[in-house]
């Protein structure tokens, strides 16, 4: 995909609700949450157990629909999709990798025959798919084994295949929940920089959902999610010593404003501050403050 960032960003969620019944227990797995990716980004999304991590991947990729708010991605407008545009998405927009290798593959179907699924499903030619999978093979390093079944393939080979099978009708936005969970540190770091080579070669957008400190300090910006909402994000400007070859990078930290002004202050900060219910701003020569008001 070649859409210039003047064109504005890729993926935009806002205002994002998810609101599960089970029972008569209503849990609010997301409250707000706002996200804006641009084409051809690669960010993580990070947070604790139950953040909503997981809900927020599964709308984006059309497997759950939100309670309210608003998901864009590309052309489609996730809260107003028909059933057939839904398998469209699905089919031609995004691509998708579990944790868990097994769910990723057919375990009857070869590399080779995992890959070409998703375009027998989409009636690509014979000669295509068979020129594209063999493609995709190589870029995931996998070309010598496409014969293999997943059983005989390592986790992280499986995981390999999956990334191939992801992208198999070239879909602009690649989704990943956890895909180096289930992994050692060296193979997950493969994994890894093979999705950053994806990104390079293809253009690919890629969201990594992760709770690895290695995947959301390697990729250009790192999303926290608090409590269902976006919270802070971290961000390395790529310095000139890295420009030419050299590695420095400045790391900064921002929390987040969403749409209606609110940002999440940390615990810690709160604490510290011994804020509870509201606090006193102030507005000082460009910069705010916020003491208690107790
Ligand atoms: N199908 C569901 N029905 C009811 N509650 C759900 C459902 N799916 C998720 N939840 C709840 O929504 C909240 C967010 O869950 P989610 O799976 O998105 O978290 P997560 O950030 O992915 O966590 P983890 O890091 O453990 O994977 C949790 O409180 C969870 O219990
Ligand atoms: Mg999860």
């Known amino acids: 995909m070649t859409v210039s960032e003047n064109e504005g960003p890729y993926l935009v969620c806002s205002g994002l609700f998810k609101i599960y019944k089970v029972a008569d227990l209503e849990v609010v797995a997301l409250r707000g949450l706002e996200l804006s990716v641009n ?43 028909t059933n057939k545009e839904v398998v469209e998405y699905r089919r031609q927009e995004v691509g998708f990798i579990w944790q868990e290798t097994s769910r990723n593959l057919f375990p009857y179907l070869t590399a080779y025959e995992n890959v070409e699924l998703p375009m027998l499903l989409t009636g690509v030619p014979a000669r295509t798919r068979r020129e594209r999978s063999n493609e995709l093979l190589e870029i995931v390093g996998l070309g010598h084994r496409h014969g ?25 936005l690649l989704l ?48 926290a999610i608090r409590d269902g909402k976006t919270s802070t994000e971290t961000t390395r400007a790529v310095s000139f010593e890295k420009a030419i070859g050299g590695d ?4 900064e930290e921002f929390l987040l404003v969403d749409s209606s002004g609110s940002v999440q202050i ?29």
């Open 266 to 294: 940390p615990r810690e900060v709160l604490d510290q501050l011994s804020i509870r219910r509201r606090v006193r701003l102030g507005v000082n020569e460009g910069r705010v403050t916020l003491e208690s008001g107790e």
């Open 248 to 251: 420095a990078r400045d790391v």
């Open 148 to 172: 293999h079944r997943p059983a005989q393939l390592s986790g992280g080979e499986q995981q390999r295949v999956a990334i191939a099978v992801a992208l198999a009708n070239r879909p602009p």
């Open 39 to 81: 084409p051809g980004e690669v960010i993580a999304v990070v947070g604790a157990s139950g953040s909503g991590k997981s809900t927020m991947l599964n709308i984006l990729a059309g497997y759950d629909t939100p309670s309210a708010g608003t998901v864009r991605v590309g052309r489609f407008d996730l809260l107003h999709m």
């Open 176 to 223: 990943a929940d956890e895909p180096t969970g289930e992994l050692d540190e060296e193979t997950a770091a493969e994994v890894l920089d093979l999705l950053n080579n994806v990104n390079q070669e293809l253009g690919t957008t890629i969201v990594i959902v992760t709770h690895d400190p290695a995947i959301s300090t390697s990729v250009g910006r790192a999303i």
